[in-house]
């Protein structure tokens, strides 16, 4: 018999969270603007040194600002010069002062390991998350790993709460039960133990270097960010993924994989980051071979499907982002249902 799952519609197109725009670096010479969550963005650095992340399209004619210009703490639009504060209110219109009425969606920002992430409301609901007790500061942080999915992003994000699919897909065999909580009111958490009885080459190594065991936390922020560690025998993994969806079949997934600092030197840690990137590009892309295409069906999830199911009945109360919502809708409020937030042990 199959489990009644929320309607797919339930679900946020873009939920109000976290994303990556990109590197900080690549607007450093002046605006750069993105497709992003279904509309066009544009970042630029302002003279004092302010990211800023607004919608790229002039509130004007909708010339795209990744054209313009930076201008002391302004962006300016290279078509007819209107100009833009970090906040999106248009300071000065040549020829225009009826204008002052302008106004562009601007989006919080933070700046870490040379990469900018913006938030995707009016205010951020939550601060931009990390690894539980840990300072950014401590770590060193990989290139992005890059996966599209032609699937519906919370089926990509769902992964974490997909409990059988470990043993079937990536050959690790479950020890005890696992945990799941709401450490956060936007926060969902699934806490278990594995055993690697993998056969590929990666897991072979991966056991004699490290052992059979390890205790996986996985804690998903907003619905767009999951933040991952492994506890093995005598090291710990780190990783953080950030999803970009396209639209509401289509979305990448991109994955930051950590490093604490070492004492040996940067070298050292260079080499043990690029490590840490191979193992989970090996482990990812497997993941995304047997993610492409799959669906979402309400009718068809299972009574093993629960902590997946709750996950969804979870997402469904998340406030939406921008495009679809700058706020929530009456229907929808920030605070999430007590019910959806206690500790949860199948
Ligand atoms: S389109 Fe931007 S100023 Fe006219
Ligand atoms: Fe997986």
């Given at each position: 018999?199959?489990?009644?799952?929320?309607?797919?519609?339930?679900?946020?197109?873009?939920?109000?969270?976290?994303?990556?725009?990109?590197?900080?670096?690549?607007?450093?010479?002046?605006?750069?603007?993105?497709?992003?969550?279904?509309?066009?963005?544009?970042?630029?650095?302002?003279?004092?040194?302010?990211?800023?992340?607004?919608?790229?399209?002039?509130?004007?004619?909708?010339?795209?600002?990744?054209?313009?210009?930076?201008?002391?703490?302004?962006?300016?639009?290279?078509?007819?010069?209107?100009?833009?504060?970090?906040?999106?209110?248009?300071?000065?219109?040549?020829?225009?002062?009826?204008?002052?009425?302008?106004?562009?969606?601007?989006?919080?920002?933070?700046?870490?390991?040379?990469?900018?992430?913006?938030?995707?409301?009016?205010?951020?609901?939550?601060?931009?998350?990390?690894?539980?007790?840990?300072?950014?500061?401590?770590?060193?942080?990989?290139?992005?790993?890059?996966?599209?999915?032609?699937?519906?992003?919370?089926?990509?994000?769902?992964?974490?709460?997909?409990?059988?699919?470990?043993?079937?897909?990536?050959?690790?065999?479950?020890?005890?039960?696992?945990?799941?909580?709401?450490?956060?009111?936007?926060?969902?958490?699934?806490?278990?133990?594995?055993?690697?009885?993998?056969?590929?080459?990666?897991?072979?190594?991966?056991?004699?270097?490290?052992?059979?065991?390890?205790?996986?936390?996985?804690?998903?922020?907003?619905?767009?960010?999951?933040?991952?560690?492994?506890?093995?025998?005598?090291?710990?993994?780190?990783?953080?993924?950030?999803?970009?969806?396209?639209?509401?079949?289509?979305?990448?997934?991109?994955?930051?994989?950590?490093?604490?600092?070492?004492?040996?030197?940067?070298?050292?840690?260079?080499?043990?980051?690029?490590?840490?990137?191979?193992?989970?590009?090996?482990?990812?892309?497997?993941?995304?071979?047997?993610?492409?295409?799959?669906?979402?069906?309400?009718?068809?999830?299972?009574?093993?499907?629960?902590?997946?199911i709750d996950y969804f009945q979870w997402l469904t109360h998340l406030p939406r982002g921008a495009p679809a919502a700058a706020a929530p809708a009456a229907d929808r409020p920030y605070s999430l249902p007590l019910s959806l937030c206690e500790e949860r042990v199948p």
């Amino acid at each position: 018999m199959s489990i009644p799952a929320p309607a797919p519609e339930l679900m946020p197109a873009y939920p109000a969270s976290w994303f990556l725009f990109g590197l900080a670096s690549e607007f450093r010479r002046g605006p750069v603007s993105r497709d992003l969550l279904g509309q066009r963005l544009v970042a630029f650095r302002t003279a004092s040194g302010k990211p800023v992340v607004l919608d790229a399209r002039c509130a004007h004619l909708g010339a795209d600002l990744g054209e313009g210009c930076v201008i002391g703490e302004e962006v300016q639009c290279a078509f007819h010069n209107w100009r833009y504060k970090p906040d999106g209110r248009c300071s000065s219109a040549p020829n225009a002062p009826e204008a002052a009425w302008a106004r562009l969606r601007s989006y919080p920002t933070v700046e870490r390991h040379g990469y900018l992430f913006f938030f995707n409301g009016p205010e951020a609901l939550f601060p931009l998350p990390f690894f539980e007790d840990a300072e950014p500061g401590a770590y060193v942080v990989a290139r992005p790993l890059r996966f599209y999915a032609a699937c519906p992003w919370y089926l990509v994000n769902g992964n974490s709460f997909d409990v059988q699919h470990f043993r079937s897909g990536h050959g690790r065999e479950l020890i005890g039960e696992p945990v799941i909580d709401c450490p956060h009111p936007f926060a969902r958490r699934n806490r278990l133990t594995l055993r690697n009885v993998g056969d590929s080459v990666a897991d072979r190594l991966l056991r004699s270097l490290l052992g059979d065991r390890v205790c996986v936390s996985m804690t998903n922020w907003g619905g767009s960010v999951v933040v991952v560690t492994g506890d093995f025998r005598s090291t710990r993994s780190n990783l953080i993924t950030f999803i970009e969806p396209i639209d509401r079949e289509r979305c990448f997934l991109n994955v930051l994989v950590y490093a604490q600092r070492g004492r040996i030197g940067r070298l050292f840690d260079h080499l043990r980051l690029w490590l840490r990137r191979r193992f989970t590009n090996s482990f990812m892309a497997e993941e995304f071979q047997m993610l492409a295409g799959i669906r979402y069906h309400t009718g068809c999830l299972v009574e093993s499907d629960r902590p997946m199911i709750d996950y969804f009945q979870w997402l469904t109360h998340l406030p939406r982002g921008a495009p679809a919502a700058a706020a929530p809708a009456a229907d929808r409020p920030y605070s999430l249902p007590l019910s959806l937030c206690e500790e949860r042990v199948p």
